[in-house]
């Protein structure tokens, strides 16, 4: 099956720039997600790329895919104490996109002042 | 965006009980919803997909006896954990996919619903 995987642990100074990876192991995914979790809160869509595109941006978000690699990045400019969450990437299982989804380990980000 | 909402958010019950945790869409309809399980720590598992007006399908491993769900309308999915256990104790989250929108593959998640069995 799918494999995800994530760094555990993220810490970052206030106003600087975050970066998340994400490996996966199925080549066919189609499409990569992050999401973010507050804690003792579900799980809150934070964007989405297609497996046909290399890059995404999205106001402070900038999501990069080498499909190649099998490695996704969440990039958070300008990180603020509100970004301090757990970030989850999640790959669409098999051909076609559908809805089930293999979730990473997720990565705890740690923002300091 | 859509809004999915589960109920209740937080939920204690004595061993042996079994316990509903209800999710519904608000805006929108959803023909499939899926039904994960978090532990403390850990990423989500899916555990089954709901399917409205037929058998929920469920994961390797899950056991469908010990939790049943229910998908009777397009807006509403239910998980009942039947005879619970304190190993059952844990974060269960659903979602729901808003086709209307037209992105396929586009999922949207409840708040979740803690469950602490005595």
């Known amino acids: 099956g799918e494999d995800v995987e994530q760094s555990l642990f993220l810490s970052v100074r206030e106003g600087d720039s975050s970066v998340i990876n994400c490996t996966y192991t199925d080549s066919s995914s189609t499409y990569l997600y992050w999401y973010k979790q507050e804690p003792g809160a579900g799980l809150q869509l934070l964007t989405y790329?297609?497996?046909?595109?290399d890059m995404k941006q999205d106001q402070r978000l900038t999501v990069l895919l080498n499909k190649k690699d099998k490695h996704l990045s969440l990039r958070i400019a300008d990180t603020q104490t509100g970004d301090s969450a757990i970030y989850f990437c999640a790959v669409a299982r098999g051909p076609g996109g559908g809805n089930k989804l293999t979730f990473g380990t997720g990565t705890q980000l740690k923002v300091e002042l | 965006g859509a809004v999915v909402s589960q109920h209740p958010s937080w939920v204690i019950c004595k061993s042996g009980t079994s316990v509903k945790i209800e999710c519904r869409s608000l805006d929108f309809q959803a023909t499939t919803m899926f039904w994960y399980r978090q532990f403390p720590k850990q990423s989500l598992m899916l555990m089954a997909t709901s399917n409205e007006g037929s058998k929920a399908t469920y994961e390797q491993g899950v056991e469908k006896d010990k939790f049943l769900i229910n998908h009777a309308s397009l807006t509403l999915s239910t998980l009942t954990v039947t005879s619970a256990h304190p190993e059952d104790s844990s974060f269960y989250i659903c979602?729901?996919?808003?086709?209307?929108?037209?992105?396929?593959?586009?999922?949207?998640f409840g708040e979740g619903s803690r469950l602490t069995v005595l």
């Open positions: 979602s729901a996919t808003n086709q209307g929108t037209g992105r396929a593959g586009e999922l949207f």
């Open positions: 790329i297609f497996s046909n595109m």
